[in-house]
């Protein structure tokens, strides 16, 4: 059984930092491509970063150089280090496993940056 356990979300004020674990297990976690998303009430969950099995990072535009991804494969650990926060990174922050065909999600951390 697949399971993507993220953490480390919680409410910070602006400037300030998180970091985000996601814990995988169940899956081929050195073959896949780890992600994470982010999503507010009404709009399209996007993608913030993503990190390949070779890692090699892309970044959306709004959060390079403020964001860091990361991976730990010997503790199936994927980790988005978030500095000088903004009130619109406010979201639910998903982790994302890529594997080939499949594709799995974990249930979200809620991250809140007041100003």
């Known amino acids: 059984q697949v399971q993507l356990v993220e953490s480390g979300g919680g409410l910070v004020q602006a400037g300030g930092s998180l970091r985000l674990s996601c814990a995988a297990s169940g899956i081929r976690f050195s073959l896949s491509t780890m992600g994470w998303y982010r999503q507010v009430p009404g709009k399209q969950r996007e993608m913030v970063a993503r990190?390949?099995?070779?890692?090699?990072?892309n970044y959306t535009d709004s959060v390079r150089g403020r964001f860091t991804i990361s991976r730990e494969n010997a503790k199936s650990t994927v980790l988005l280090q978030m500095n000088s926060l903004e009130p619109e990174d406010t979201a639910v922050y998903y982790c994302?496993?890529?594997?080939?065909?499949?594709?799995?999600w974990g249930q979200g951390t809620q991250v809140t940056v007041s100003l």
């Open positions: 990190i390949s099995s070779s890692g090699s990072t």
């Open positions: 994302n496993a890529d594997y080939g065909v499949f594709d799995f």
